[in-house]
């Protein structure tokens, strides 16, 4: 894969399930670098294989599909270039698709009540004159605003104290066409809360969400269902507890509603703070209000940070669940029994759909960003080829497995990808952000990148990493580049007793956690080549008050004890870094401010030591992931510039098409390898 090969990735969204099983619909995106945007229509297909996908919108950037209960209408987010995504329903039978909401902020997703009558949503809803609301008023000349609280931004939103999400309910006529006109939206809730992850009562009676509206709501990570009639009224908490709650659903089986289905943290300690290392997992609770029990052990089974929505049909719970660097589907008996794993191996389930007995899977691997698998009693059926065009080039490598053992005897799961050709090849280190996410079965864009560059790239998930269960995740907490740091270097010099890698030439690199490993290690040792620490988690004493999430975060990974926390510093350490270090940041990133970045930029810049700041505008944390196109292939090629300086190869060309930084080096700066 070439940074020019992002226009090739086509990346499946969840699917949505016709109530009779027949068809899926899914939306691709896909990136159009010449116009510097994302694109996405939907695409159809028959569950049964029977005919490939075939494009069924053709909007600017269509998403979030999901087929009302009588099968009439498709609902979707549509938007227009620069525009924010709006409400609209297609009919099954054969039409054009009509828009419903005029959000300033846009919609997000439907959610059908049973009647097929009624539509549910979340938006945010700005303050007046504020975000475009009041004409002749720009973002600079808006009032000021006065913070009273701790939770008052994020990352890649911004401000959200003046601009909340609440619930929204839209009811349509008979017949959603130009003629007919289709009613205001009814505001449902409000207040100064965020309010989520909307759904119906399978009797259309009653509306539950995810809010924090409790006391502390403003100090802790709890989170809460509530319940309320369809107009707002009769507004109660479903669950008690200190957990944090995500995703509930009923089952639509019965009728009554008896049961709430969630994803949960079962347990965020006293203060509910205490995330690190915690499991989310499948729980259920009383309607009628109550504490979530889990129906998975949250000590083995985590759903991740992005697993989706949990999907419950015919008496099963469907859920993605994270293992060993996979994501396997699991069909969790609501009636008791052991769960059965429906995808597992080496793949990662990125959305779960169900409808009319079939279950319909959005599946990535090491060489496709995802394809729709079907599911029925004893049987599979890939159902799509969106990694094709990326697949035809030929230059897709496949990774492999390996585990390590660290200082302790502790085992460190990892992988090796290598370039096509004999070695030795030049290696490079990645290590992953989080630190409670892994790296896996999937295909992740930077790692084909290096390695057709002629680069071999070792990934590994150490202790920190989530998919091996609670004790694995939580080993590193009060005690930062300890016991990890242990298991990325065991892992690397296991790696390198492979003949094929060249151990004399080794880069290391990282973003966000992986940022401050990288930083960390620099500071360390003297055995890497070079180092690009991205987007980094540099310092935890100035991160408490710039970061949208410093408030808890710092306090739960490295303590309060100042000694401590110096001790697990990566900037701390960076008056030892004499190797060439690339800082690379975005100047709107929430989420580890830029003085993260720029902090250690200075540092090693007033020593002499070779570095370079390469600064993304307008972008968040997330640049590298879902910036801007055109920065996204920038950054790629800024990266690949990088390693041609010190660590050169034949495939690496883009080390002359870009400008270099200066030609000089400071005296003791190690020459090119």
């Given at each position: 894969?070439?940074?020019?090969?992002?226009a090739?990735?086509?990346?499946?969204?969840?699917?949505t399930?016709?109530p009779?099983g027949s068809?899926a619909?899914?939306?691709?995106?896909?990136l159009d670098?010449?116009?510097?945007?994302y694109?996405?229509?939907?695409?159809?297909?028959?569950?049964?294989?029977?005919?490939?996908?075939?494009?069924?919108t053709?909007?600017?950037r269509?998403?979030g599909?999901?087929?009302s209960?009588?099968?009439?209408?498709?609902?979707?987010l549509?938007?227009?270039?620069g525009?924010?995504?709006?409400?609209?329903?297609?009919?099954?039978?054969?039409?054009e698709?009509?828009?419903?909401?005029?959000?300033?902020?846009?919609?997000?997703?439907?959610?059908?009540?049973p009647?097929s009558?009624?539509l549910?949503?979340?938006?945010r809803?700005?303050?007046?004159?504020?975000?475009?609301?009041?004409?002749?008023?720009?973002?600079?000349?808006?009032a000021?605003?006065?913070?009273t609280?701790?939770?008052?931004?994020a990352d890649?939103?911004g401000?959200?104290?003046?601009r909340?999400?609440?619930?929204?309910?839209l009811?349509?006529?008979d017949?959603?066409?130009?003629?007919?006109p289709?009613?205001e939206?009814?505001?449902?809730?409000?207040?100064?809360h965020?309010?989520t992850?909307?759904?119906?009562h399978?009797?259309?009676?009653?509306?539950?969400?995810?809010?924090?509206?409790?006391?502390?709501?403003?100090r802790?990570?709890?989170?809460?269902?509530?319940?309320?009639?369809?107009?707002?009224?009769?507004?109660?908490?479903?669950?008690?507890?200190r957990?944090?709650?995500?995703a509930p659903t009923y089952?639509?089986?019965?009728p009554e509603g008896?049961?709430?289905y969630?994803?949960?943290?079962?347990?965020l300690?006293?203060?509910?703070?205490?995330?690190?290392?915690?499991?989310?997992?499948?729980?259920?609770?009383?309607a009628?209000?109550?504490?979530p029990?889990?129906?998975?052990?949250?000590e083995?089974?985590?759903?991740g940070?992005?697993f989706g929505?949990?999907?419950?049909?015919?008496?099963?719970?469907?859920?993605?669940?994270?293992?060993?660097?996979?994501?396997?589907l699991?069909?969790?008996?609501?009636?008791g029994?052991e769960p059965e794993?429906?995808?597992?191996?080496?793949?990662t389930?990125?959305?779960?759909?169900?409808?009319?007995?079939?279950v319909?899977?959005?599946v990535?691997?090491?060489?496709s960003?995802g394809?729709?698998?079907?599911?029925?009693?004893?049987r599979?059926?890939?159902?799509?080829?969106?990694?094709?065009p990326?697949?035809a080039?030929?230059?897709?490598?496949?990774?492999?497995?390996?585990?390590?053992?660290?200082?302790?005897?502790?085992?460190v799961?990892?992988?090796v990808?290598t370039?096509?050709?004999?070695?030795?090849?030049?290696?490079l280190?990645?290590?992953?952000?989080?630190?409670?996410?892994?790296?896996g079965?999937?295909?992740?864009?930077?790692?084909?990148?290096?390695?057709?560059a002629?680069?071999?790239?070792l990934?590994?998930?150490?202790?920190?990493s989530?998919?091996?269960?609670?004790?694995?995740?939580?080993?590193?907490r009060?005690?930062?580049?300890?016991?990890d740091a242990d298991?990325?270097v065991a892992?690397?010099?296991e790696a390198?007793?492979?003949?094929d890698?060249?151990?004399?030439?080794?880069?290391?690199?990282?973003?966000?956690?992986?940022?401050?490993?990288?930083?960390?290690?620099?500071?360390?040792?003297q055995r890497?080549?070079?180092?690009?620490?991205?987007?980094?988690?540099?310092?935890p004493?100035s991160?408490?008050g710039?970061?949208?999430i410093?408030?808890?975060?710092?306090?739960?990974?490295?303590g309060?004890?100042?000694e401590?926390i110096?001790?697990?510093s990566?900037?701390a350490?960076?008056?030892?870094?004499?190797?060439p270090?690339?800082?690379v940041?975005?100047?709107?990133?929430?989420?580890?401010?830029?003085?993260?970045?720029?902090?250690?930029?200075?540092?090693?810049?007033?020593?002499g030591?070779?570095?370079?700041?390469?600064?993304?505008?307008?972008?968040?944390?997330?640049l590298?992931?879902?910036?801007?196109p055109?920065?996204?292939?920038?950054?790629?090629?800024?990266?690949l510039r990088?390693?041609?300086?010190?660590?050169?190869?034949?495939?690496?060309?883009t080390?002359?098409?870009?400008?270099?930084?200066?030609?000089?080096?400071?005296e003791?700066?190690?020459?090119?390898a």
């Open positions: 894969m070439r940074p020019a090969d992002l090739l990735l086509r990346t499946p969204g969840v699917a399930v016709s009779d068809t619909v899914v939306a691709v995106t896909r670098l010449e116009a510097d945007e694109r996405s229509q939907l695409w159809a297909v028959p569950t049964d294989a029977s005919a490939p996908a075939r494009p069924l053709h909007g600017h269509d998403s599909p999901v087929f209960p009588d099968g009439r209408w498709l609902a979707f549509g938007a227009e270039s525009g924010k995504p709006q409400l609209h329903v297609l009919p099954t039978g054969g039409g698709a009509r828009r419903l909401t005029d959000h300033p902020l846009g919609a997000g997703a439907p959610v059908w009540a009647d009558r009624r549910a949503y979340t938006a809803v700005p303050e007046a004159g504020r975000y475009g609301t009041e004409d002749g008023v720009d973002a600079a000349g808006e000021p605003r006065l913070i609280t701790l939770q008052y931004r890649d939103v401000f959200t104290v003046d909340r999400r609440h619930v929204f309910v009811d349509l006529p017949e959603v066409d130009d003629v007919v289709v009613p939206p009814v505001q449902v809730t409000s207040g100064d965020d309010d992850d909307v759904a119906w399978p009797a259309g009676t009653e509306l539950v969400f995810v809010s924090a509206r409790h006391a502390r709501a403003d802790d990570l709890v989170t809460d269902v509530y319940a309320c009639r369809p107009d707002g009224s009769h507004l109660r908490r479903v669950t008690e507890s957990s944090s709650c995500s089952d639509p089986g019965d008896r049961t709430v969630l994803a949960a943290q079962p347990d300690g006293p203060d509910g703070l205490d995330f690190v290392g915690r499991g989310t997992t499948l729980c259920r609770v009383d009628a209000g109550g504490h029990q889990p129906l998975l052990d949250p083995r089974h985590d759903l940070h992005d929505r949990v999907v419950v049909a015919d008496g099963d719970a469907f859920v993605a669940v994270q293992k060993q660097g996979a994501v396997e699991l069909r969790v008996p609501l009636a029994g794993a429906l995808v597992d191996g080496p793949f389930t990125r959305g779960i759909a169900a409808g009319g007995g079939v319909v899977a959005t990535a691997h090491d060489r960003a394809e729709l698998l079907a599911i029925t009693p004893g599979r059926r890939l159902l799509t080829g969106f990694g094709s990326l697949q080039t030929g230059r897709l490598r496949p990774m492999r497995e390996r585990t390590a053992t660290a200082p302790d005897g502790y085992p799961h990892g992988w990808t370039p096509a050709g004999e070695g030795p090849h030049p290696v280190l990645m290590v992953h952000g989080g630190p409670f996410t892994q790296y079965w999937h295909l992740l864009d930077e790692t084909q990148v290096y390695v057709d002629g680069y071999a790239v990934q590994c998930n150490p202790r920190g989530s998919g091996y269960g609670q004790e694995h995740g939580r080993a590193i009060h005690q930062l580049g300890g016991l298991d990325v892992f690397l010099d390198l007793q492979e003949p890698l060249d151990d004399s030439r080794v880069g290391v690199m990282g973003g966000s956690y992986g940022g401050y490993m990288t930083t960390l290690l620099l500071g360390r040792t890497f080549a070079a180092g690009i620490s991205e987007r980094a988690f540099n310092d004493v991160f408490v710039s970061s949208d410093g408030f808890f975060f710092a306090d739960q990974y490295v309060t004890d100042p401590r110096a001790a697990q990566a900037l350490g960076a008056h030892r870094i004499t190797t270090t690339l800082v940041h975005s100047e709107e990133d929430w989420r580890c401010p830029l003085e993260q970045g720029t902090r250690l930029y200075v540092e090693l810049k007033r020593r030591v070779h570095t370079e700041l390469l600064l993304f505008p307008g972008e968040g944390h997330e590298s992931r879902s910036g801007r055109r920065h996204r292939l920038a950054r790629l090629e800024h990266v990088w390693w041609g300086r010190w660590l050169p190869t034949p495939g690496n060309s080390a002359a098409a870009l400008p270099a930084g200066p030609a000089d080096r400071s003791g700066e190690p020459a090119p």
